[in-house]
């Protein structure tokens, strides 16, 4: 029997690929996967990150859905749409996640057959349906943003959790489980992938599929969860009822998780029962110092907000790991060697990443910068690259984000110290947009010192 008349229900009729996530077991498995097989379906898996293509897989697939829920997760994933297409001309290509439907249009012109978006398992469950049924898919539709009913992620099967991300702390390399408590977010940052598809919608995942996923992954070997929401605290409620129990259940199990600096000053009294219940670390889109900056893309922040943060979690005992977007159009010098010399006052240089230095502001074509001040700075479309192309009114900028993202990779691939990174790209910053040499004030630490609780994939967005 050939895959074009193979029944879709048929062991690996449906294929699940992911490319990318974060460095973390791919949900973009997990929970297609589980939908599909409430549904009859029994679909097989590939996660790139880890795995080579399988061609046997991909030869005896009729659907391939590839996940993409990030711009690293897109590039991978049409190369890998190409691959399979050369393998399986007959199989239909799915894409689904948020950079599946900021891109849509050059998605179906060239690697696509459908797009998905928003809360596209149940969508998925629908198409397959369809197929299987020898029935015309339906026009895909819109972004769905409605709560579904969840179950819980099927792991089994996935790579274990050693091939992942782990957590360093203390001295040891601990395996991290990675879940999600909600989907969606209820901000509308105008730069971020989630706003253009949820809309400020968010969607909790009932607490009692959460705690069971974070069982298994206990269970699996996990001695940390990552709680990977867009914002852990869009919910607060919710999160510290399942913190609260995770505590209950395993008293020494830490996590990590994600919120907006709003919220980080806004719930500042809860902060000390996170650190109670086993948070470590708490990761937070700084994005910029500047003012100017964070009003152009809506943050809802300002620079006094992030001290008061930073403040926050200082008395609780829990760390920031901020994230940046230090090049953007209305960031100056000024501003970079500013966010360089405050990462040293504050003492985070061994809490900021190297390639948070070097980021600089995408513009994918579903994004919300288009309606906005960004107008000027825009050159062409380059859709193959999934982003509008921009320049910068000082060409130093330009040349310097190229300049120190060639440092912070060629540093990252000689597993340099990144507090040595750090030094080497404020040197550079110095010498190319500087007025005079680096001042005092930053001395490279020594090789051996307490390194505060980080994962090994220093990657946030």
């Known amino acids: 029997m050939t895959s074009l008349h193979r029944s879709l229900r048929d062991h690996g009729a449906v294929l699940l690929v992911s490319c990318y996530e974060l460095g973390h077991q791919p949900l973009g498995l997990a ?27 991909v030869r005896r697939a009729r659907l391939v859905a590839i996940a993409v829920p990030m711009h690293t997760a897109l590039r991978l994933g049409v190369r890998a749409a190409k ?7 007959d199989c239909r290509i799915v894409f689904h996640g948020l950079y599946a439907t900021l891109n849509a249009e050059h998605l179906l012109r060239r690697h696509a057959d459908h797009i998905l978006g928003g809360e596209a398992e149940e969508t998925l469950v629908t198409l397959a349906r369809q197929i299987d049924a020898g029935e015309a898919p339906e026009p895909d539709p819109a972004p769905c943003v409605e709560r579904l009913a969840f179950p819980l992620p099927r792991r089994d099967g996935l790579p274990a959790l050693t091939r992942y991300a782990h957590l360093l702390h203390a001295g040891r390399r601990l395996p991290a489980g990675y879940v999600e408590a909600s989907r969606g977010c209820l901000h509308t940052c105008l730069h971020c992938p989630i706003p253009p598809v949820y809309g400020g919608r968010f969607f909790a995942v009932p607490r009692e599929v959460v705690l069971e996923d974070v069982r298994r992954l206990v269970a699996a070997g996990a001695e940390h969860i990552t709680f990977g929401d867009p914002d852990f605290l869009n919910g607060p409620g919710h999160a510290l009822k399942l913190v609260r129990s995770l505590h209950g259940e395993y008293p020494v199990l830490t996590y990590d998780f994600t919120a907006k600096i709003e919220h980080i000053v806004r719930h500042r009294g809860v902060f000390p029962e996170f650190a109670a219940t086993g948070c470590l670390f708490v990761v937070s889109a700084v994005e910029s110092l500047s003012d100017v900056v964070l009003a152009n893309l809506e943050k809802g922040h300002t620079r006094a907000d992030v001290q008061v943060a930073l403040d926050v979690l200082r008395r609780a005992g829990i760390a920031l790991r901020p994230s940046f977007v230090p090049f953007t159009p209305w960031a100056t010098s000024e501003d970079y060697l500013a966010l360089l010399e405050w990462i040293v006052r504050e003492d985070l240089v061994d809490l900021v990443d190297p390639i948070q230095l070097t980021i600089r502001l995408l513009v994918p074509p579903g994004s919300l910068l288009l309606s906005r001040g960004i107008r000027p700075y825009l050159g062409r479309l380059d859709p193959a690259a999934f982003t509008y192309r921009w320049t910068h009114p000082d060409p130093r900028m330009d040349a310097l984000q190229r300049e120190v993202t060639a440092l912070a990779e060629a540093a990252a691939r000689a597993a340099e110290d990144p507090a040595v990174t750090f030094g080497r790209i404020r040197a550079l910053a110095y010498a190319r947009v500087g007025t005079a040499a680096a001042p005092g004030g930053f001395r ?6 307490p390194i505060p609780a980080r994962l090994t994939e220093p990657w946030f967005c």
């Open 31 to 57: 929970w297609p996967r589980a939908f599909l097989e409430r549904a009859g379906f029994a679909p097989d898996t590939i996660d790139l990150a880890v795995e080579p293509l399988d061609e046997a897989k």
């Open 83 to 89: 691959r399979i297409r050369r393998s399986n001309p």
């Open 444 to 449: 490279e630490p020594p090789p051996e010192r």
